[in-house]
């Protein structure tokens, strides 16, 4: 197994996030979907990064760093993936931005040189899809806070854990393919899920898909962030959180205008609040708690857990388990302790609903029955979840 993300992506034939943008209208149209991103949810307008000096980590092909380059910003691209440069200096050149592409660099996270004065720092660093692989998360936080200017922006797009639930069970029904009929992966995810694949407007192919999440041994759970967990840290570093998708702030919260609450109550709202979207997360929809409970805290956990545990070694006694929980949190779904508009409410009622038969298809080990459900059941063909959460900090002023 490679011992970094870097490291395994290096080892595969494309590119992630390769969309292979040919013309200017694939550019223009990467860039309103960047723009409505940005502006509307993460509250970062593109004329924040005129004249910026921005630093992305791991940008793969990029396609997202053309669209900073387009607002303006200075880049400097920081990524170890050699066979990537020729497409980034490629694209640069054919968009005619090369003006706007500082440097392109080979280091890592880790190994990117610290600043040697206040003018070698950055206003934005962004660090999109890796960045929750890196372990423990004070290595690539602490450098985080070295690189960035005073008032800088860090955006982050990472692996959440309960959003994770979909997506590992996808890798567990996977693993159950490949081991009932010794298909290769690509072959095995073609079968069971290329209807759902297409279901969705992208630019990627399946096989993309299967290499970045079916297949990658870091789209896991003792990998995932937790976004409690990730606030308190950046808090402790000297970051406050400025935006998310999902929202990560107490928006039903209101006050004064005036009032300027201490760092400790805001981060305690925010980690009440957080604990309060468990199932929005799980599922992408608004379910919000009316109150917090510790007991169905800890039943998503173990649920969590024992999905994820299916993928390395399957298991009929514990995918029966995985049913019967999902059987408890219909329960929750149906009770007058959620805040959720009637659609979708009853859309994740029939999700859980057709997981719960999917385990039971797992356990039963009928390779045509279960390709029959995935390519056919249109719960399961629509049910996503929101396994990607993006997370903006700003670093504290000194003064």
């Known amino acids: 197994m490679s011992e970094t993300l870097y490291e395994y992506y290096r080892q595969q034939q494309v590119l992630p996030t390769y969309g292979g943008f040919q013309s200017r209208e694939d550019l223009a149209a990467h860039e309103r979907h960047r723009r409505r991103l940005f ?108 690189l960035a200017r005073n008032d800088a922006f860090i955006v982050l797009f990472y692996c959440e854990a309960y959003g994770g639930f979909i997506e590992l069970t996808l890798k567990a029904v996977q693993a159950r393919m490949r081991q009932l009929t010794r298909l290769d992966a690509i072959e095995s995810a073609r079968r069971l899920f290329q209807v759902k694949w297409d279901s969705i407007p992208h630019k990627r192919k399946i096989e993309s898909w299967v290499m970045d999440v079916l297949e990658n041994p870091f789209v ?67 379910h919000y708690l009316s ?55 009853q859309t994740s009622i029939q999700t859980l609903e057709c997981f719960r038969r999917l385990f039971g298809l797992l356990a039963d080990g009928s390779v045509s029955e279960l390709v029959s459900f995935c390519n056919q059941d249109q719960a399961f063909i629509s049910a996503w979840g929101m396994p990607s959460h993006f997370a903006v900090f700003r670093k504290n002023s000194c003064d």
Not at 123 to 143: H, T, V
């Open 220 to 286: 896991r759970l003792r990998y995932f962030l937790e976004p409690q967990a990730l606030c308190r840290l950046m808090g402790e570093a000297g970051f406050s959180l400025y935006s998310s998708w999902p929202p990560y702030r107490d928006a039903l919260d209101v006050h004064w205008f005036k009032a300027v609450r201490p760092l400790e109550e805001q981060m305690h709202r925010h980690q009440a609040f957080i604990a309060r979207n468990r199932l929005a997360h799980m599922f992408g929809r608004k």
């Open 291 to 345: 109150h917090l409970s510790g007991e169905l805290e800890g039943q998503l956990w173990q649920l969590l857990a024992v999905v994820d545990g299916l993928i390395d070694r399957f298991d009929a006694e514990r995918a029966t388990q995985c049913s019967r929980s999902l059987s408890e949190l219909t329960s929750v779904l149906k009770s007058d302790h959620l805040v959720s508009d009637a659609q979708d409410r």
């Open 39 to 146: 502006t509307d949810k993460l509250c970062l307008p593109p004329r924040l990064f005129r004249g910026a000096r921005l630093l992305e980590f791991g940008p793969d092909a990029g396609e997202n760093s053309l669209v900073f380059a387009l607002w303006g910003a200075d880049c400097t691209l920081a990524e170890p993936n050699h066979k990537a440069h020729p497409v980034i200096r490629e694209y640069f050149r054919r968009f005619e931005l090369r003006d706007r592409l500082s440097a392109l660099e080979s280091a890592d996270v880790a190994s990117f040189p610290d600043p040697g004065s206040e003018a070698d720092r950055y206003d934005i660093i962004d660090a999109e899809g890796f960045i929750y692989a890196i372990k423990p998360e004070s290595l690539w936080i602490d450098k985080l806070g070295g």
